[in-house]
């Protein structure tokens, strides 16, 4: 087995070496098909002779086999599904079976996986630098809509890419429903999508919903999360929290499972107590959970403010930004405004993408001058002063949306919404990877996965 950044895979598989024996371990030679919706998951069924450890071998690019999970399957009728295949390409496949004295491939086959969904927007790579990728950063997982990316009335995807930007897996929202917030569940085992009517239906989000599924959409659960706008957090016993704007201008946010009635954590005129302020609304973007504190972090484009709040008690515990008492910045002039995808990174900084610069605009969503920036502040309790520490360089125009996340690598992933984007850049900010969306779209979040056989039952 060999590896080369970014992906695990097989150069001199089982299925092309002359030193194995290639014929079927008795039974009858395997077949493929594709996955009934999902047609780019290639469905191999084969009969095992007898219990051994076995596992599929697979190729697209000439000279590369990857390989699927090796698993011990008893004598009878046996399948694999094929992952991270893309869209309208020649795979080769073979199964190999091990009964403890040595490797037996099956002949080579080859299958052609389903065109790709026409509907669905592409990008396309502008720059690559596979030395600096990261081993775990192998397939990127996100969000787009398709057409004008301030009609909400647009069709939604949630797709994966592979380092190559070629689409491995797509499924389309159904009924227009918005798609901004994709993610793996607390237990990485599960993929989750938001479908939002609160912009395709104008309904406050009473309708919206969340499914927790496996890749092949064999194990789907739908979790209703009535007013959920824009984003939600996964914890581990099951349960979400997401952000409850079902009635303006108070904001909550709330925790529940879809089976019974959620349960309020904190709400908006919490903040109007605090500030005096009778006027003061809510509207969050981003929200974060810190596994470390149990701690949320959510963001309120409305102020340009974060909030952190103990979910175990609902308290603001500190903020951040322009709500009277929140901490300021140094220097001054790195204030955020319009901020997205808020997280603290592994050693306790605050992380987002902001504009360049603060406008001072409460309607900064008319702002479209300003590029938007990720920045990194380290907290100065002493002085509740937020420090900038590092910034992205892109100028890159994006009126509203964006998602940032620190690599395992060091390296830093940003996506921008609006302007249809996505940047992976090192520490010193040199591109290690790049993707534009040349129509007019938007994209919800991104991130990366390292192995999509861990979504499946």
């Known amino acids: 087995m060999a590896r080369y950044p970014g992906v695990i895979l097989l150069l001199l598989a089982s299925c092309a070496s002359p030193s194995v024996d290639s014929k079927p371990s008795g039974g009858a030679a395997p077949s493929a098909h594709l996955h009934d919706e999902i047609g780019s998951i290639v469905v191999v069924d084969w009969v095992q002779s007898e219990e051994a450890d076995v596992h599929v071998e697979f190729s ?20 694999e599904l094929l992952l991270g295949v893309p869209y309208d390409s020649d795979v080769s496949y073979c199964v190999v079976s091990d009964d403890g004295s040595g490797p037996i491939a099956s002949e080579v086959a080859t299958i052609r996986t389903a065109e790709i969904p026409p509907e669905l927007p592409l990008p396309v790579v502008t720059a690559e630098d596979p030395g600096a990728w990261g081993i775990e950063d192998r397939f990127l997982v ?16 949630v797709f994966v890419l592979d380092r190559r930007a070629r689409v491995v897996w797509a499924r389309e929202t159904p009924d227009v429903r918005t798609t901004l917030f994709v ?26 919903v969340v499914q927790r599924s496996s890749l092949d959409l064999s194990d789907v659960e739908t979790i209703a999360t009535p007013g959920l706008h824009y984003a939600y957090v996964d914890l581990p016993d099951g349960s979400l929290v997401w952000g409850d704007l079902s009635s303006n201008p108070d904001e909550r946010l709330v925790q529940g499972n879809g089976t019974e009635d959620p349960t309020v954590l904190w709400t908006c005129a919490d903040v109007r107590e605090t500030t005096g302020d009778p006027k003061y609304e809510c509207a969050s973007n ?17 102020s340009s403010t974060v909030f952190e709040i103990d979910r ?54 008319l702002t479209s001058d300003v590029p938007s920036i990720a920045r990194e502040y380290a907290l100065d309790a002493d002085q509740e002063t937020l420090v ?31 302007g249809a984007k996505v940047r992976e850049v090192t520490t010193d900010g040199t591109a290690a990877w790049s993707l534009d969306w040349p129509a007019n779209d938007r994209l919800g979040r991104t991130f990366f996965v390292a ?7």
């Open 142 to 157: 996100g969000s787009v809509s398709a057409g004008d990316p301030l009609d909400r009335a647009q069709p939604n995807w």
């Open 312 to 365: 175990a008690t609902g308290k603001m515990l500190r903020w951040f930004g322009n709500t009277p008492g929140g901490w300021g910045f140094d220097p001054e002039d790195t204030a955020f405004e319009w901020q997205h995808g808020v997280s603290y990174t592994d050693d306790g900084n605050l992380l987002m993408i902001t504009r360049e610069e603060a406008t001072g605009t409460r309607g900064a969503l």
């Open 60 to 79: 697209v690019d000439p000279g590369i086999w990857m390989t699927s999970p090796t698993r011990t399957r008893a004598a009878g009728p046996a399948s």
């Open 388 to 418: 900038n520490v590092w910034h992205s360089d892109d100028d890159i125009f994006a009126q509203e949306g964006g998602d940032v996340h620190r690599l395992p690598n060091g390296n830093t992933l940003l996506s921008f919404g609006t």
């Open 183 to 208: 993610r793996v569940s607390a237990d990485g085992t599960k993929l989750l999508w938001d479908e939002g009517t609160f912009w395709s239906d104008l309904d406050r989000g009473a309708h919206s």
């Open 451 to 457: 192995d999509l056989y861990a979504l499946l039952p």
């Open 286 to 302: 981003s929200l974060w959970w810190d596994a470390r504190t149990n701690h949320l972090l959510l963001s309120l484009y409305s």
